[in-house]
């Protein structure tokens, strides 16, 4: 095969096929899941694969099985090309299908309002769009003679009644199943049902009796109740361990045994305060939950838009655009913005990842970098394919010295940046613990030369301080509670 596999690679994927192919694969971020996965079903012989996994590591999978298994094709899955390999899956024929969590919500219709815009609901720290109607429903696998059904990002079906955790788990009946996740649990012990039950549905079958075999169980007072009912919730193991020492095939290795040989990661914590116009608006914000930007009030009474805006403000000064939405101009004032010309004015020659939670502040930052002199692109949602790749690729090359990037547009999938980069800046943080010890793990993986310098710039005096404490401090309650 021309495939060198390292001892503890060699190992997992030998414990998996020896398991007949049926096994959570617990690995550490750059510890090779996706080479591993694609070998234990070679190895097995499996010829109609399905793959459920994030969109933007299809390439990754592409890429793996064309090395490993070529003889197969590799097709996506989606809505437009549904019709045409349905009719050859159920046929059983020979094929290797990637599709996107996405597609099991289907393809819907979203409500409109009167402006013809879509209506908007809070979820979280985001507004996301109300649906009216499903268009086309995805795929039902138990009708597809799958022999394989790999689930990369498997802590993604958590939520055990969303449609697409219903639609990975028609899958369940393929001989051999793969879930992959360097956090299987996510951050709630009680999402990692949905996984153990599509793994082994005979011994994990119903959520209620195991929730209550293995985790703290307690009322929920606030709960909206009906009649004399009472609504349960669920917080941690009653026993640390006890749930991963059930689970039959638990496949998992240390970033010691994974990541050993590999120089290491220096963090910076650089602090910096807000500029006056920057400290003035945040004030407003905090104290009146409103803030005049130039001639224009804006309102954030909501305890979500408030949260929102302050957040914005500590990236930069935020404006008001023709529209009345709050933007930030490519000129705006910011602390953060200026630090980071200031620490990369020492590292001349290095290539950089920028990372940032928002979307908005990505054209100021890429205006700061241009006009020092780095050939500056941008990694964002809702980028096409194309263009995605051909900046990853030109940044791989050289030819590109500067990525700045939403962390939940690059935090997955995105393979081959530690051969460019050993530099990394952190404007703020992703809500999602999950999303930034993913993107952390883009620089600080296999491959990787040189130590990792990576700069987190903090506003002192604000929410953010407080919520990078809340971040570090459920990291270390998930990974020292022995499951993740």
């Given at each position: 095969m021309g495939w060198k596999w390292r001892a503890y690679q060699e190992?997992?994927?030998?414990?998996?096929?020896?398991?007949g192919g049926r096994a959570l694969m617990a690995m550490p971020l750059g510890s090779g899941k996706t080479a591993m996965a694609v070998e234990v079903v070679r190895r097995l012989?499996?010829?109609v694969i399905m793959i459920t996994a994030p969109v933007n590591t299809?390439?990754?999978?592409?890429?793996?099985?064309?090395?490993?298994?070529p003889e197969l094709p590799f097709y996506e899955l989606n809505a437009k090309t549904q019709d045409g390999l349905a009719p050859l899956l159920k046929a059983g024929e020979p094929m290797v299908v990637c599709t996107g969590w996405e597609y099991g919500r289907g393809v819907v219709r979203y409500k409109k309002g009167p402006d013809g815009k879509r209506l908007m609901i809070p979820k979280g720290t985001k507004q996301v769009p109300v649906v009216d109607k499903v268009i086309r429903e995805p795929l039902d696998w138990s009708k597809v003679p799958l022999d394989a059904a790999i689930i990369d990002e498997s802590a993604r079906m958590g939520n055990r009644k969303a449609s697409q955790t219903a639609v990975v788990h028609t899958a369940k009946g393929a001989a051999i199943?793969?879930?992959?996740?360097?956090?299987?649990?996510?951050?709630?012990?009680?999402?990692?049902?949905?996984?153990?039950h599509f793994l082994w549905p005979e011994r994990y079958k119903y959520f209620s009796p195991w929730a209550d075999l293995y985790l703290n169980k307690y009322e929920d007072k606030d709960a909206t109740r009906y009649s004399d009912s009472r609504v349960f919730k669920y917080d941690g193991e009653k026993v640390p361990g006890r749930v991963r020492d059930s689970i039959p095939v638990y496949l998992k290795r240390t970033e010691e045994?994974?990541?050993?040989e590999l120089p290491g990661v220096v963090t910076h914590k650089v602090e910096v305060d807000l500029t006056p116009a920057q400290r003035r608006i945040y004030r407003q914000f905090e104290e009146e939950a409103l803030a005049w930007l130039g001639d224009n009030p804006v309102a954030a009474g909501v305890p979500i838009t408030k949260m929102i805006r302050l957040r914005e403000t500590i990236l930069a000064v935020p404006s008001v655009d023709e529209n009345g939405s709050v933007v930030f101009k490519s000129n705006a004032k910011s602390a953060k913005i200026d630090m980071m010309s200031d620490i990369l004015t020492d590292l001349p020659d290095e290539q950089v990842v920028v990372w940032t939670h928002s979307r908005k502040i990505v054209p100021a930052v890429l205006e700061q970098l241009r006009k020092d002199g780095y050939v500056a692109e941008p990694v964002i949602g809702g980028q096409s394919k194309k263009v995605r790749e051909a900046t990853l690729?030109?940044?791989k090359a050289g030819e590109i010295d500067a990525i700045v990037a939403t962390i939940p547009a690059l935090s997955e999938g995105a393979d081959g940046l530690q051969d460019a980069a050993a530099v990394e800046v952190w404007l703020s943080h992703d809500e999602s613990l999950m999303l930034n010890v993913q993107a952390r793990g883009r620089l600080f993986r296999p491959?990787?030369?040189?130590?990792?310098?990576?700069?987190?710039?903090?506003?002192?005096?604000t929410i953010e301080t407080r919520q990078l404490g809340r971040l570090k401090t459920t990291e270390l309650k998930l990974t020292e509670g022995g499951m993740l």
């Open positions: 190992e997992v994927i030998s414990e998996a096929v020896e398991s012989g499996a010829r299809f390439g990754g999978w592409r890429r793996h099985f064309a090395e490993l298994m199943k793969l879930c992959l996740s360097a956090t299987p649990a996510g951050n709630k012990m009680e999402n990692l049902w949905s996984t153990l045994e994974v990541h050993g690729a030109g940044f491959g990787q030369t040189k130590v990792v310098n990576r700069f987190v710039i903090v506003a002192r005096d």
